[in-house]
């Protein structure tokens, strides 16, 4: 059993609004629901949505009505505001003060996502059968091949993976990415080609409760150097990195052939809503 924490408190600047309940699916899904239906489907006892206040009853009203079933089935929901941790700001913390919030809602080891990511039930699955056997001092990543997550209409952020093995040693967070006119894959920043097999991470992860303790131990240290910083965020991948450098965490990497959907910029959405034209979420009904 697991939880699945899903972070949902975006403010979703370069789509131009709220990404987490935009319709996607041929019923009226959101990618959020997709998230929910493939985390009950691999054995989630719990989600956790980690939310702003300004959108929490819509989000409420949206789950109360779609996933009715999942909690008659005894499946509890939980939601935490983001912005009432810590003092106040514009924007959200990050995604590591994301996963943080959501600790007091955590009793064992959980599955970390993105509302605004599609990532499949197959995805899914494979993350939360690790997530089940982590030792406290280990994590779980689903990796993607590249070529599975880049967008038709603009280019795109990626961390790409370095592997050795079955373990992740690095995260090289590239910008720019984009398939060119001759099919080549680059990136802007740092310049580089990279191959469609490439493997990168979409936030998919899965950590063991005792996760929570060094990632509160990274925020505060974030605070003291950053948090006079009006943009400045605590991103996961990044403590994550930290903690693998001081060789106190190992990071197992599960991959995937599932491709990733999601709609970074706006013109993103067609696309996305034809390629999940076929796939209807399983379950979740009022």
Known sequence: MFALVVMAAGIGRRFGGDKQLVEVGPDGETFLDYAISAAAGAGASKVVLVVRSEIEP???THVDARHGDLQRAGIEFAYVRQDE????????WG???AVLVAAAEVDGPFVVC???DYYGPEAMSALAASATGLDDDEACLCGYGLARTLSATGSVSRGVCRLSGDRLTGIVEHHGVARQADGAITSSEPAAALSDDTIVSMNLWAFPRAAFDWIGESFE????DHGGEADAECLLPTVVADRMAQRALSVRMVST??????VTNPDDLEAARAALAGHPAAGGHP
């Open 58 to 60: 819509v989000l409420r």
């Open 85 to 92: 941790h810590g003092a106040p700001r514009s924007k959200p």
């Open 95 to 97: 995604t590591a003060h």
């Open 114 to 116: 993105n509302a605004d």
């Open 221 to 224: 240290r974030f605070l003291a």
């Open 257 to 262: 052939t599932e491709a990733w959907i999601g």
